[in-house]
């Protein structure tokens, strides 16, 4: 989702019938309680103040996930210390963001960690340390943390559960060392039955109002979240226009067990930056009623016993009362999990210390909310500690010392004890816990370091019982202090501009500001320049709105970032894009990690030309007698030349491109369908018809008979496409045709 980073996922009003099995029989008055969870994706100050909306209404949401710079940030926020501790006072909990990345599992460079890698971990140990410093940032106002970016499949084959096993890891990471704290997971969609352990909430979904009311794959529900326990399901639904609309999403939610929901009139590119006008009678639609207060759950026994884990189970209450189960350690909820009647419930318990005396009782929850009084306390004492410590590892060895970051290398160490081994080795900094790492890891790259900084690090072995060994002896590191950004380079002609410079620090934003009139006073300022575009990473922004009211608006169908190799930034945007009042531009780089704000050393100069070439112009569709044909001309010598078709002018139903989804392809003289699962999407040619009718001079020309083209509306969204297997160039506008 929820990046506050841009993303690419978007409207009618039908209700439709629940897309999932009924739950088991309930009491016939119980209706869902749901809790309203926001992602608050916004400054906490800024005009209008929606954190002071949240913190001060009357009826309060359950749950905020706080993001600071797609995460902790690199500082703690005196803004954000006021408003995080001003929520969790208020009795929401106040959840902290940490981006995953999939663990780098998706191979794109996209989902890279802030050093520029995909190896998993390296995700691992950017993830811990964002984790890390939420709790050191904001202490007792972060009530959880949040792993955006989650997978969805439990492995990458039939039967692993590789992928699924480094959520479990990370969900352990932070019970372990913040008792009761929530974990929620967001894969934006249904994941497999083996997440429901991966994290206390997951959500199933998050999409458009059109695409929530008529869900399809990949937005489908999962089996399992029919019978699961509603508070482990999380709903987010954007552009839902009124408030009568929002009923209707949340009457649809609570049919299909979700326990959390957020439903918001905000839009894309960022739909998470907004309070809806709706909130207030959001909370009050989102209560549940009716049902009655279970019976006493039975006591739990104990199992599986070790020195730092344990299972319990009990006997599962027969329906229709109870729809879940609450887990306590002492007057500490640690979890929930489903009433699996008429299995016997079981919970495993983590983050146990050895040979300690332990104190565990249940309350029964049923659909509307109403709990159970605590059942008959169960007492469990932990195993002991295993006879011997594990030896000290070797002194760490620092190497690719950075400007934030730094790579530590030690040797393993041994446990002499039979049947046990090294679980974990914990990195310390400056004498503090950083890191928890694998026992099979004997290196990492640790990031998040300041400029020119002297640290010591140390590491110390940690058996399966907690047993720990002696911190290794220490290792200073000073990091270094480059100029931020330099080989700044622009340059121009009549069909490209191109933009170079090297960023020397780990930035989540690397932008080229262009003024393409000169002048400072009507574009966006920015160090001594007026910009009227923005390149942001991938994206090329125009700035829109009147002064006093500017905003940045994507530029749809520009992918400007050619490379990124080891720092050094290269983008083309089509210069006939780039529109001004002359023929003088003035270019500004910068690069910010969401505290830092860096800028090259001088603003740069360029030319542009006078006529500007469009690569592809005069893009049109038309129907004539049962014929659909399509006409735009390509200005530069392409060797594939696309015309994408969404018949359906639904984006998330179809192959995503330039804003549209596509269910059909022209390339060239063949006619391609979309087919096969929203996982494994592949192009399949459509037999018997060859659409290209002329190709003179770069004006293409085809044409399909609309029988081939099904879809479920009259309305046809249509993006011309061109590339000579560098350059990749749209039609400035997505043609809209009508069929019927």
């Known amino acids: 989702m929820l990046k506050s980073r841009r993303r690419t996922l978007l409207g009618a009003t039908l209700l439709v019938i629940p897309l999932l099995a009924a739950t088991p029989a309930q009491a016939a008055d119980a209706v869902l309680d749901q809790q309203v969870a926001v992602p608050a994706y916004f400054l906490p100050g800024n005009t209008p103040d929606y954190w002071q909306q949240l913190n001060t209404m009357t009826g309060k949401p359950g749950v905020v996930v706080a993001n600071v710079a797609n995460g902790p940030g690199n500082l703690a926020k005196p803004a954000y210390t006021a408003a995080l501790s001003a929520a969790h006072a208020a009795g929401m909990k106040v959840i902290g963001y940490v ?19 995909l190896a998993v971990e390296d995700w691992r140990a950017q993830i811990q340390s964002d984790i890390n410093k939420w709790y050191e940032f904001y202490g007792s106002s972060i009530d959880g943390i949040f792993f955006d970016q989650a997978q969805n499949a439990c492995g990458p084959t039939a039967g692993s559960e590789t992928w699924v096993s480094l959520y479990r890891e990370a969900t352990a990471y932070v019970k372990a060392y913040h008792l009761g704290a929530t974990t929620i997971a967001n894969p934006g969609v249904s994941p497999a039955a083996c997440f429901q352990d991966a994290a206390d909430i997951l959500v199933t979904f998050e999409g458009s109002y059109s695409s929530y009311q008529n869900r399809q ?44 929901v957020y439903v918001t009139d905000d839009k894309m590119d960022n739909p998470w930056d907004a309070l809806p006008s709706y909130l207030s009678s959001q909370v009050t639609a989102a209560k549940g009623s009716g049902g009655a207060a279970p019976a006493k759950p039975a006591t739990p026994a104990s199992s599986l016993v070790k020195a730092t884990s344990a299972r319990l189970s009990w006997a599962s209450a027969a329906y229709p009362g109870v729809v879940g189960y609450d887990v306590y350690q002492g007057a500490v909820k640690i979890g929930s999990t489903a009433n699996l009647t008429p299995s016997a419930t079981t919970f495993d318990v983590g983050g ?27 007492s469990v004492t932990t195993a002991a500690a295993s006879a011997s410590t594990p030896t000290v590892p070797g002194k760490p060895v620092a190497s690719d010392v950075g400007p934030t970051s730094v790579k530590l290398t030690w040797t393993a160490s041994t446990d002499s004890d039979s049947g046990d081994g090294v679980a974990f080795y914990d990195v310390f900094r400056n004498g503090v816990r950083e890191l928890s790492l694998p026992g099979g890891s004997t290196s990492v790259n640790l990031g998040g370091l300041a400029l020119n900084t002297s640290y010591s690090f140390t590491v110390r072995a940690r058996d399966t019982t907690g047993r720990a060994s002696a911190q290794s002896a220490a290792t200073a590191v000073t990091t270094t202090d480059p100029v931020p950004v330099t080989g700044a380079t622009a340059a121009m002609d009549e069909n490209t501009a191109t933009y170079q410079a090297q960023f020397n620090l780990p930035y989540s934003g690397h932008h080229v500001f262009i003024d393409t009139d000169a002048d400072y006073q009507t574009g966006w300022s920015v160090n001594t320049i007026g910009a009227e575009y923005m390149v942001e990473n991938n994206a090329l922004f125009q700035k829109t709105g009147d002064p006093g009211q500017w905003s940045w608006t994507v530029v749809p169908g520009v992918t400007p970032l050619v490379s990124d190799t080891n720092g050094l930034y290269k983008w083309s945007v089509p210069s006939w894009l780039l529109t001004g009042t002359g023929t003088t531009h003035k270019i500004v780089f910068h690069g910010t990690d969401g505290d830092r704000n860096d800028y090259a050393a001088n603003v740069l100069t ?98 399909v008979p609309l029988s081939l083209l099904t879809g479920t509306g009259t309305t046809q969204k249509i993006v011309f496409h061109a590339t000579d297997g560098t350059r990749n160039d749209y039609a400035p506008n997505v043609v809209t045709l009508t069929t019927g």
């Not at 990345?101 to 996209?110: I, L, Q």
């Not at 019978?227 to 009457?251: E, F, G, N, Q, S």
């Not at 939610?253 to 979700?258: D, E, Q, V």
């Not at 146990?352 to 169960?378: E, M, Q, W």
Request: hydrophobic residues 40%; charged residues 10%.
């Open 606 to 703: 360029v030319t542009a030309p006078s006529t500007p070439v469009a690569p592809i112009a005069g893009a049109v569709a038309s129907v004539n007698a049962g014929t659909a044909s399509y006409t735009a001309k390509f200005n530069l010598p392409y060797t594939t030349h696309h015309v994408f078709i969404d018949t359906d002018a639904n984006y998330q139903t179809g192959w995503s491109v330039n804003t549209i989804g596509a269910e059909y392809m022209i390339e060239n003289n063949t006619l391609f369908q979309k087919t096969g699962a929203s996982t494994a999407w592949s192009w399949s040619a459509v037999a018997g018809v060859s659409p290209l009718v002329s190709s003179t001079d770069g004006l293409y020309k085809w044409s």
């Open 217 to 260: 794959a990949p937005y489908l529900p999962s089996a399992w979240e029919a019978t699961a326990d509603p508070k482990r399901i999380w709903h987010l639904v954007y552009d839902v226009p009124d408030a009568a609309a929002m009923a209707t999403v949340i009457a649809t939610s609570k049919a299909n067990n979700a326990g959390y």
């Open 99 to 117: 981006d995953t990345g999939y663990f780098g599992t998706t191979g794109y460079a996209s989902n890279r960690t802030r050093l520029g890698s």
């Open 352 to 378: 146990l210390t050895a040979a300690t005396a332990y104190s565990f009782t249940i309350k029964a929850r049923d659909r509307a909310g109403n709990v159970s009084p605590a059942g008959t306390a169960l």
